[in-house]
């Protein structure tokens, strides 16, 4: 069965520490890793798309990677600040033709205080 | 240059009416994708539309439905309201399909809820 599972559900940190969000899943055939942040009120935002051959995206204080081995992937966010308090949502997509799919995770929901 | 646009941004229906929102998506974009976003599920994938062709279905029944214009501009039918019906529903834009290394953009939504 395709599934995406994040964790922690839930993360509270000070501003300006480091934290890592983990998504495994187990979508095959595998075709891209995504991660999105979504503020609340809003729509989602790309952070990172990553394909099988891809370890390592970057995206200013975003840093995603992927071990498409064993099939999951990390999004480490550093010197955090109070705008990253946000729900980060994992996708993963399957590759195939007009059966290509879309299968997400539940989300970190990321609290940064002051 | 215009991000993608979803009308109405809040909606109130009741029980077994029809609703139709409406997404224009960012100019030169042939992909749009619809999505379901509730607090116990999470975000759902509906249905992807590219060149006016559905590529895409994710598992919801019938009831749900959808179209893409030649303009790229996407409307999304859901019949016979039920409670469960209530989310904030997102369409998404990009170049080419989403299966493929494309950045999906995200209108704002639209709130719909059924009473």
């Known amino acids: 069965k395709n599934q995406v599972e994040q964790s922690p559900q839930s993360l509270i940190i000070l501003e300006g520490k480091n934290c890592t969000l983990q998504c495994n899943y187990t979508v095959s055939p595998f075709s891209n890793l995504r991660w999105y942040k979504q503020d609340t009120g809003r729509g989602p935002v790309s952070l990172t798309i990553?394909?099988?051959?891809?370890n390592t995206k970057s995206n200013g204080r975003y840093t995603a990677t992927l071990d498409a081995d064993t099939k999951q992937s990390s999004l480490h966010i550093t010197a955090s600040q109070l705008s990253d308090s946000a729900s980060y949502i994992c996708?993963?997509?399957?590759?195939?033709?007009?059966?290509?799919?879309?299968?997400f995770g539940r989300g970190t929901q990321l609290t940064v205080w002051p | 240059k215009a991000g993608v646009t979803q009308t109405p941004r809040y909606l109130i229906k009741t029980r077994g009416q029809q609703v139709t929102l409406s997404c224009s998506p960012i100019s030169g974009h042939r992909s749009v994708s619809w999505y379901q976003q509730t607090p116990g599920q999470g975000l759902q994938f509906l249905f992807e539309?590219?060149?006016?062709?559905?590529?895409n279905k994710g598992n919801f029944p019938g009831r749900f439905s959808g179209r893409q214009f030649s303009n790229s501009r996407s409307e999304m039918n859901v019949s016979t309201l039920e409670l469960g019906d209530s989310a904030l529903y997102l369409c998404?834009?990009?170049?080419?399909?989403?299966?493929?290394?494309?950045?999906?953009?995200f209108g704002a939504g639209t709130r719909l809820s059924v009473l």
């Open positions: 990553m394909t099988f051959s891809e």
């Open positions: 996708v993963v997509s399957a590759r195939g033709s007009t059966l290509g799919r879309l299968y």
């Open positions: 539309y590219f060149s006016e062709t559905q590529r």
């Open positions: 998404a834009s990009s170049p080419g399909q989403v299966e493929v290394k494309n950045i999906q953009y």
